[in-house]
């Protein structure tokens, strides 16, 4: 199992939480399945940059980003070196401190 540390987010995770992952899960998945209730409007079909998430540390770990993936990136409030779209991010054995930025690009927010 993978140790993923979810840093404090205002509205999701207040007080942060440390989850305990099996390898070869999604970020995404990850955070859903642990109440963590990420933005994620395209269904995690790669479509859209609500799962934005920024890997502070781990971040070589994961599997390569591809074109697609970075194309969109683009797009993301608050882009940083190591973001990632947390769909598209599969957690492998090393342990991750992950933040979830403070805004996404939707305008009204999608309940999931």
């Keep these: 199992m993978t140790i993923i540390k979810i840093l404090p ?18 970020l995404c998945e990850a955070l859903l399945e642990n109440g963590i209730e990420i933005e994620h409007a395209c269904e995690m ?26 194309d969109l990136l683009d797009r993301a409030w608050g882009l940083a070196p190591q973001s990632r779209l947390s769909c598209q991010a599969i957690v492998a054995r090393e342990d991750l401190v992950v933040e979830i930025p403070r805004y996404t690009i939707n305008h009204a927010r999608e309940h999931h």
């Design 45 to 70: 079909s790669c479509a859209c940059t609500t799962c934005h998430v920024i890997v502070r540390e781990g971040l070589a770990s994961l599997n390569e980003a591809q074109e697609e993936e970075e």
């Design 9 to 26: 987010h205002h509205e999701l995770c207040p007080e942060g939480r440390v989850l305990d992952v099996a390898p070869g899960t999604s």
